[in-house]
């Protein structure tokens, strides 16, 4: 069962990285923030003071593979909420590439799940130079 996956993972301090988001575009931001809070109950019952240990991953289903992502204004809103549940690091995956970074790198933000574009070289040497370049 999952909790006690977790519990396992955490007992050998793995690093543990918990993905959740929606998986349609949701028409506004209560409704979204609404859907979120349910999912980030759970994990935070289930972790209880060991959820500033997890990274949280915040994929909105509708965009990975694709190439439309949620804004950066969203995003710092899904942060400010896992923030009020104990989460300290959050990630963000959802047709991450080097274009999209531009739009969406703040620093208090943990980093980046990145999918297709890890897959060609090219790709990804682009999404390390544009992270260089946003972190100085």
Not at 18 to 40: T, V
Request: charged share 15%; proline share 1%; with cysteine.
């Amino acid at each position: 069962d999952f909790s006690q996956k977790l519990q396992i993972a955490l007992g050998l301090k793995k690093q543990v990285i918990l993905c959740f988001g929606e998986k349609e575009l949701q028409k506004n931001d209560e409704s979204l923030l609404l859907h979120l809070k349910k999912q980030l109950q759970l994990y935070s019952k289930l972790l209880g003071t060991e959820a500033a240990q997890v990274t949280l991953a915040y994929e909105p289903q509708w965009s990975i593979g694709g190439t439309q992502t949620a804004s950066i204004t969203i995003i710092k809103k899904v942060l400010a909420l896992a923030q009020t549940f104990g989460f300290n690091h959050m990630l963000y995956g959802g047709s991450v590439d080097a274009d999209s970074l531009k739009l969406l790198y703040f620093p208090e933000l943990a980093g980046f799940l990145v999918g297709r574009a890890s897959t060609n070289i090219t790709s990804l040497q682009a999404i390390f130079a544009t992270l260089k370049q946003l972190s100085v």
